[in-house]
């Protein structure tokens, strides 16, 4: 008997009408991975902790509606006793001994920890094939990439191994991944959620969210895992709130701005026809859609590649093999041993980004580049405000085109960046950004469209993306729901 | 020809970043990273620059901690994680230089 | 030999006196078991994140006014990125650009000649781990890694060892005074560097200067630059020249010896710290940190002198913390001071170093201590009186005058007693009372000496005196 591939609420009842028990959840959960092996979406397996943990749950009272259910976490969030490697080498047998707050938070609602999920390492790409440990592959089309960074998660939602699991989004990393696995993927707000046991890549965009396959569950477990945390002087002083309240809600009325750049000439012919054919239904159903220029847009990348990579390069520097992770042998001196840990330890596309980071913040560089860009953003940050006095919602597309193949080279450098430029903006604002399947292309890869919110605003993201998801009913299922 | 970095301005980088690079990397990065470079050059382009910077994505201050103690590690712990320890104390290498620090 | 000039600016690096760590809640002490005094952000562990503690910035608030430096309201941290093995996250926090103090001063006193001694900024930062160099190892301990610290930075504007050391001791003594550090030198916690250069005229430009590092107490602060002036003076005056350089004070050479030649410039990459956003200082914040500012040392001394103690023994006084502490709690009351402060340094100061005991330690209390005065200055007790009581006063709760009766100083203040007595000796003494009659005040002295007499020096000198002036003009 199969459960996984209920709702929540149903799933919900039968576990409290004890007709289930979270062990079958868990085992169930197992059962796909296994099946789904190929999909290299794990690093680490929890199986024996998580079969454990379910039995304890038997005792206890079904409080909440996430209680019981498993959850896979990417491989950069810091589980206390569950190794934790970023994707890299360097952290290849790495146990940390606290766990994150969103960890906690996910503890807290009894929820099970199934694994870790593959990654880029340090979150650095676009196809999570930059993983020490082989990239995963996309459940549509098993050449295809995943996307990245949180490829593993936004794997192994697609193929349905569990219900739930958390991503992390620094430049597009949950949003682009869920646009090209055909899933939904939330970057809130910055600072609504605690940062504290996410490794740091960016420090000034990073921020986790939630990857579900419908727009539902993935409100209920943003519920669970937002606000202030006094160990993150960042996250933001905002209560609790329910993300679902405006589920289901009709949107007539509904202001939403379409960024010409967003549609720009870089964006495939099929994406862009998918996204205009949602907006049209949108009109249908009684919002207004404007196309519109929102100054620094084209910037954006720009300005990201200059904090992220600065940002990177100093956040990374932690990682000297003294104190953790992996130390090379044979070294002849602390100098020697600094070169050969990290010449060792981190991979191509790492050591690229702490070298441009590096020279980025070098000598007088840091007040040309760095500070500058940190200026720029505070006016581009000003520009979207002014956009969100007049409409709702900011809606485009997610990526440029749907998933690639596997075997594309990945010699340009500027590859991972580009693939990422209709993403990137929001995390420059610190504005929420949400992936919403709308469709497929011509070989049956999902398209994404992203919806991009006024800071706090993830609720209508939510009204928005549960119409879209009612009135398309596509199955989301790789293979067909049969196959399931 | 491929516009590259000259082999000593990537050693200055891969030097501040402490990354060993072997000859057949560093002749690749040279040209990677004059990509990137170029990239990053196009903010000279973009006007509007003050000494507004936004260091975190709203507006909101450092609120502050009390000075109260929390729990600590046991010295066990400390060096749990670490590659090399000798009783309670994390062991590296011997340290050339002094510290630059405070 | 040609005469040059010297130019000496110090940076000294205090450690703050706050229960716990800067960017974390782990304790902040001295001299505990390695790796005892740690959690994960003080390691660096991948994932943490900076707090910042309220006491920390309440103590550099107050450091900031007693060193008149003006306060910058909206501030924030940068990194300052470099490797090192004691710096566990290969960066500091520390502030780059905006110190929360800049452009203050600190008067010293130098033979009598005032001298402001410029500061160009004062900013938080953390201090490492500290390393122990052992053979071809180095061990690490994270126990000071992420313990508050202060920087104070002069300008370039001191002229000689002298002022330099004065400097220090007045740093010392100010940051002492205001609980913002233990300045304890030979500890740590406290740390001076000084930058030293030499020229022949006010008007040449600055000539190379050394940087002596991590100097280990002010003697050896004075001494160091002396002898650095002395090696930049000899090498000058054989027409040679040296380069930028990092030097280190060796207490067994008793001179400067050779660390590094300085690199030309270090990459720090500073940049603004993106995990502490601004922090601002309301006007609350600035008041209440000024409340924890009591009386400064150099008021202390002023004030002293005002009420009548020697100079000398203000300064013993000021030296002395808990002393000056409980004299200044006596400053509203009608006393000797003159007594009071002789009393302190005196038979009570030998009694607390005999015993290794603090003030606070001792049952002296500011009551017992000002009725104790009181009976000094009226004459009840005498030193030697004093001398034989001292142990007891300062070891039991007993009143002053039952301590005085236990060993047999009584204290007659029963008015109708001493009252009986004066009648007698106003009969008897019919010449004297005439001659004080006729304005003859020595005639005042002997009856009175006749009364001290009569109640064989029990009787209240005051309150005789006063009853011998009522019959008298009765």
Redo the contacts between chains.
Sequence with gaps: MKYLNKGIDEIHELLKSKKIKPIDLVEEAFENIENNKELNAYITLNKEEALKEAKELENLEVDNLLFGLPIAIKDNICTNGLRTTCGSHILENFVPIYDATIIEKIKEKHMIIVGKTNMDEFAMGSSSRTSYFGAPKNPWNLNKITGGSSGGSAATISARDVLFAIGSDTGGSIRQPASYCGIVGMKPTYGRISRYGLIAFASSLDQMGPMTKNVYENAVLLNAIVGRDPKDLTSAKRGEEDFTRLIGKDIKGMKIAVPNFLMGDVVAKEVKDKIKETIALLKKNGATVDYIDIKYLDQAMILYQIIAMGEASSNLARFDGIRYGFQAENVKNIEDMYFETRGQGFGEEVKRRIMVGSYLLSGENAKVYYNKALSIRDDMRTEFQKVFKKYDLIIGPTSVSTAYDLTDPMDDPRKSFMDDVLVIPANMAGLPGMNIPVGFDKDHMPIGMQIIGNSFEEAKMYQLGSFIEKELSLDLTPGGEKSC | MEEKLTREE?L???N??????TEE?IEK?RV??R???D??E???E?E???????????D????????????????K????????H????????????????? | MLNYIPTIGVEVHVELKTKTKIFSNSRNGYGQMANSLTNVVDLGYPGTLPTLNEEVINLAIRAATVLNCKIRREMFFDRKNYFYPDNPKNYQITQARTPIGYDGYVEINDNGEVKRIEIEEMHIEEDTCKSAHRGTKTLLDFNRAGVPLIEIVTKPCIKSSTEAKLYLEKLKELLFYCDISDCKMEEGSMRADANVSIRKKESDPFNTKAEIKNIGSISNVGLSIDKEIDRQRRLYDKGETFQPQTRRFDDKLQDTVLMRVKETGNDYRYFPEPDIPFVILTDEMIEEAKKGIPMLPDERRKVYVEKGVLETNANKLVQNRPLSDFFNTLLEEDIDFKIASNMLLGDISAYLNREEKELSETTLTKERFLELVKYYQDGTITSKNLKEMLDTILESEDSISDIMKKIGIENITDDSEIRTVIKDIIANNPESVSDFQNGHDRALKYLMGQVMKETKGKANPRLANEILLEELKG
């Design positions: 990537l200055h980088v891969a501040l970043a402490r990354i060993k690079l990397e990065y990677q990273l990509k990137l470079l990239d990053v196009k903010i000279n973009v509007g620059y003050d000494d507004d910077i936004l260091i975190a994505c709203w909101q201050n450092t609120e502050l901690r009390k000075d109260e103690e929390g729990s600590m590690l046991d010295p712990q400390v060096i749990e994680n670490a590659p090399r000798a009783g309670n104390y994390i062991e590296v290498p011997v340290v050339i230089g002094e510290s630059e620090g405070a």
